[in-house]
């Protein structure tokens, strides 16, 4: 055989493999465009699996957000109040010393019929609301609650650490203090 014979021959077997490998590389990229049913099947079932667990999340991420501010709108209403309240506080502080004074014996004052209506009326009123006074004398006195204006001697020893008199009532609304009771400590 010639060299050019030789040349040829060895041209044509490297075109031959480089045609195989050509086609097997159209093989391989068929088959990837073209996968087999089971392949196609397990990979949609992954994706179905991703997409329902980010519909569960998303469902989830969404109802905690309504439970939320349905939360917040419920504690805002219930507390939207809370100025006013504030501020009717020492009216009522009035009207408390007023029939106090009022009940005491050889009092001139009168608390008249009428007067002990609108008083009532107004408790009444502000407790449908969620207002509530706090009971201090006798209890214990506990910073959280109360305020100590001052201590004085206790009359017996059982009094140490209880409050003596209440200067001012404490309030509370909706179960939330807006007003500490301003009380005297028994030492």
Known sequence: MSDEN?????????QDTEQVALE?????????????????????????EELKDKYL??????????KRTIREKMDMMKNAAQDTMSEL??????????????????????????VALVYHKLYATLKRLGLEPMETDGERFDPELHDAITEI?????DKKGFIIDTIEKGYKLNGKIIRHAKVVVGK
Not at 7 to 12: A, V, W
Not at 90 to 113: M, T, V, Y
Not at 153 to 157: F, G, K, L, M, Q
């Open 24 to 48: 097997q590389e159209e093989n391989k990229q068929e088959q990837q465009e073209n996968p087999s049913p089971e392949e196609e099947i397990r990979k949609l079932q992954s994706e179905n």
């Open 89 to 114: 506080l020492p009216i009522l502080d009035d009207f408390d010393r007023a029939k106090k004074n009022a009940e005491q014996e050889g009092s001139k004052e009168a608390f008249s019929e009428g």
């Open 57 to 66: 999340r998303l469902f989830a991420e969404f109802d905690n957000f309504k």
């Open 6 to 14: 030789k040349k040829n021959q060895k041209q044509e077997e490297t």
């Open 153 to 157: 001697p206790a009359p017996s020893e």
